[in-house]
């Protein structure tokens, strides 16, 4: 489970946790904090709010995950 909320300006961009049994993940979740979100962003959690365009921080992130 993925969810967002907006924990204002606390440090942490995202925090993951897991359940596990034995050798096998039975769950997990991940929260992403909005308060550190750029709604001009093409990654932003809701495409809804703002026009979003490809900023500076989506190239790197992009050109990092697939470089040519």
Do not use: F, H, K, Q
């Not at 709604?39 to 790197?60: E, H, L």
């Amino acid at each position: 489970m993925v969810y967002e909320a907006n924990d204002v300006a606390n440090g942490w961009y995202g925090c993951a946790n897991d359940n596990a049994s034995g050798s096998c993940m039975t769950s997990a979740m991940s929260r992403l904090n909005t308060c550190y979100g750029d709604c001009n962003s093409s990654m932003y959690y809701n495409p809804t709010v703002c026009a979003a365009n490809i900023t500076t921080c989506d190239m790197r992130a992009a050109s990092e995950l697939y470089p040519y």
